[in-house]
C-alpha cells in the first residue's frame, strides 16, 4: 500500500471511529460554556451515557475538568433537570 493510501485510509478510520474519552473531553471543555437549558441537558444526558459506558471514564471527567463544571452545575443553575442530570 502506498504511503498516500495508507494515510487517506488512516484518517477515515480515524474519521467513522468513535472515541468515547475523546467525546468526553470535548463535553467537560463545552460545559464551561453558556448555553441554553435544552443543550445543557443534552450535554448532560450524553455525558451519563459515557460515564457509564467504561469505568476508567469517571476519571476521565475528573481528569477532564468535568467535575467542577458538573458542581457549578449543581449548586448554582436553577433548573432542576440540569441539577439532577449533573449529579
Not at 473531553?25 to 460545559?31: G, N, S
Not at 471514564?57 to 458538573?70: P, V
Request: charged residues 25%.
Amino acid at each position: 500500500m502506498s504511503k498516500q493510501d495508507r494515510q487517506w485510509l488512516e484518517a477515515a478510520l480515524k474519521q467513522y471511529t468513535f472515541n468515547d474519552a475523546d467525546r468526553l473531553q470535548e463535553i467537560c471543555k463545552d460545559l464551561k460554556n453558556q448555553h441554553s437549558d435544552e443543550k445543557l441537558v443534552n450535554m448532560l444526558e450524553e455525558l451519563c451515557e459515557l460515564v457509564e459506558l467504561h469505568p476508567r471514564n469517571n476519571l476521565n471527567l475528573c481528569l477532564s475538568g468535568g467535575m467542577a463544571s458538573t458542581l457549578t452545575l449543581i449548586c448554582s443553575n436553577p433548573n432542576g433537570k440540569i441539577k439532577k442530570l449533573a449529579c
